[in-house]
T-cell receptor
Framework: NAGVTQTPKFQVLKTGQSMTLQCAQD?????MYWYRQDPGMGLRLIYY???????DKGEVPNGYNVSRLNKREFSLRLESAAPSQTSVYFC?????????????FGSGTRLTVV | QKEVEQNSGPLSVPEGAIASLNCTYS??????FFWYRQYSGKSPELIMF????GDKEDGRFTAQLNKASQYVSLLIRDSQPSDSATYLC??????????FGTGTSLTVIP
């Protein structure tokens, strides 16, 4: 099925460990996004890539880095995980920047940092 | 800080009733408005979007927008137990940035 694929679905990290969350879309979308969702906080934008070759910070970028590997793939890296980064992470994509028709979300990664 | 406000609920309605979900936003220049449904443990799924003042209907769902009052709502007619979920309101501002509300939890009681 066409859509946005995220891996892994679940992950437990120890404080200070690093990891990369992978995201790929097969809808030929130009724009991709990483969000985190925390109880009572809603969805908050971490980083986005308006088009292949560009990346920009969102609302909560500290502690994260991203790579737009090609048009399909957009990865999120935690260099030194902290308990405050325990969250559910969603990758999303849209046809173009501005998401005229909204986002398509991946299934999410549940990350726990202990 | 631009804000999108939703009543967190929970909102409970009997099966077959109309569920009314509300959202207010702070940026008067906001252009587009979206409603997402999120089942527990799942990702948000787009239900509807609306750009112009008035009503937009899609099956059992109706989105209503009043830009003067900075208010957008979602009506679900003939509510079903399968509609039980959290509903997220999202707003796109003039800079094409999206802002999400924290969601309203809806329970449809059989």
């Amino acid at each position: 099925n066409a859509g946005v694929t995220q891996t892994p679905k679940f992950q437990v990290l120890k404080t200070g460990q690093s990891m990369t969350l992978q995201c790929a879309q097969d809808m030929n979308h130009n724009s991709m996004y990483w969000y985190r969702q925390d109880p009572g906080m809603g969805l908050r934008l971490i980083y986005y890539s308006a088009s292949e070759g560009t990346t920009d910070k969102g609302e909560v970028p500290n502690g994260y880095n991203v790579s737009r590997l090609n048009k399909r793939e957009f990865s999120l890296r935690l260099e030194s995980a902290a308990p405050s980064q325990t969250s559910v992470y969603f990758c999303a994509s849209s046809e173009r920047w501005g998401a005229t028709y909204g986002y398509t979300f991946g299934s999410g990664t549940r990350l726990t940092v202990v | 800080q631009k804000e999108v406000e939703q009543n967190s609920g929970p909102l409970s309605v009997p099966e077959g009733a109309i569920a009314s979900l509300n959202c207010t936003y702070s940026d008067r220049g906001s252009q587009s408005f979206f409603w997402y449904r999120q089942y527990s443990g799942k990702s948000p799924e787009l239900i509807m979007f609306i750009y112009s003042n008035g009503d937009k209907e899609d099956g059992r769902f109706t989105a209503q927008l009043n830009k003067a009052s900075q208010y957008v709502s979602l009506l679900i007619r003939d509510s079903q137990p399968s509609d039980s979920a959290t509903y997220l309101c999202a707003v796109r501002d003039t800079g094409n940035q999206f802002y999400f509300g924290t969601g309203t939890s809806l329970t449809v009681i059989p």
